[in-house]
Nanobody, 125 residues
Framework: QVQLVESGGGLVQAGDSLRLSCAASGGTFSRYGMGWFRQAPGKEREFVAVISWSGGSTYYADSVKGRFTISRDNAENTVYLQMNSLKPEDTAVYYC??????????????????WGQGTQVTVSS
């Protein structure tokens, strides 16, 4: 069972940048597709980005495409989410998740078997 711990959240102004990190332990990180999801108050948890086992392929939600970049360092068992040009609507708790079986690609919460505890990102206008 893989354990995931996010960090890097905080309070920023619109237009600023943040980089989130997610450290994994207890599994074979390089075999997992890794994703980021977010949940704003009163809303469903939604897909943000996903990255393949090697990091060579990525996929983004339309709302963050061109502003956010997902990456991973398999030597460090860590996945990152670089968030640029942040907007107030990006305010949410951000979660990383591991897809431990099947294809690396998914945008569906139920297909990710392990989750971190989340890190709060707040963007003020």
């Amino acid at each position: 069972q893989v354990q995931l711990v996010e960090s890097g959240g905080g309070l920023v102004q619109a237009g600023d940048s943040l980089r989130l990190s997610c450290a994994a332990s207890g599994g074979t990180f390089s075999r997992y597709g890794m994703g980021w999801f977010r949940q704003a108050p009163g809303k469903e948890r939604e897909f943000v980005a996903v990255i393949s086992w090697s990091g060579g392929s990525t996929y983004y939600a339309d709302s963050v495409k061109g502003r956010f970049t997902i990456s991973r360092d398999n030597a460090e068992n860590t996945v990152y989410l670089q968030m640029n040009s942040l907007k107030p609507e990006d305010t949410a708790v951000y979660y990383c998740a591991a897809k431990v079986s099947g294809s690396w690609y998914s945008r569906t919460r139920a297909e990710f078997g392990s989750w971190g505890q989340g890190t709060q990102v707040t963007v003020s206008s």
